[in-house]
């Protein structure tokens, strides 16, 4: 997992991947043009990088569940709002609760061994690999609404 700050991003670029760098780049680049841009998806690079402008409200820790991708990294930002992100390595020790793997690239887990909690402020970034268990979405003291980016990296560009 990587953790950081969009305003850093020029001090640190060279540390990532190059899909990685170029999803960052893409976020800060268009980072005033997300409080108004509709929710949906945006292509980067067709399916192998593409981007997901989301609205949500955040929720009780107990009610989100742990999750996984295999086949995609997550990059999220936080553009508006604030949220909790719960996060692990993913040990293998983890209960499935849902696998929705084959349809959705996305596993959800009972529970995250080891889990800790990042606080998601606004020009904040976090990349999620497929071996980082995280649950996104999570309260920060109380309900708040949120909008936010969550870029979509396949694997198979890195």
């Known amino acids: 997992m990587y953790f950081g700050s969009i305003e850093t991003l020029e001090q640190t670029k060279r540390q990532y991947p190059p899909a990685i760098a170029k999803a960052l780049q893409y ?8 409080l108004s841009m509709d ?10 990088i593409y981007a997901q402008v989301v609205n949500l409200e955040t929720k009780k820790k107990e009610d989100t569940r742990p999750e996984v991708h295999r086949k995609y ?8 709002g604030n949220e ?5 390595a993913d040990t ?4 499935v ?3 929705l793997a084959a349809e959705k690239d996305i596993i959800f887990y009972k529970q995250a061994e080891n889990e800790m909690e990042l606080l998601m402020q606004p020009g904040q970034f976090a990349v999620f690999f497929p071996e980082d268990v995280h649950r996104p979405g999570c ?12 870029v979509k990296v396949s694997t198979a560009v890195l």
């Not at 929710?39 to 192998?48: L, S, T």
């Not at 309260?139 to 969550?150: E, F, M, P, T, Y």
């Open 92 to 95: 293998g020790n983890n209960a």
């Open 73 to 80: 990294i997550d990059v999220q930002f936080s553009v508006e």
């Open 97 to 99: 609760d849902e696998d």
């Open 39 to 48: 929710a949906g998806v945006y292509p980067i690079e067709g399916q192998q």
């Open 27 to 34: 976020l800060k680049d268009n980072r005033e043009q997300f």
């Open 84 to 88: 909790r992100i719960g996060f692990a």
């Open 139 to 150: 309260q920060n003291g109380g309900g708040a609404s949120l909008r936010k980016v969550i």
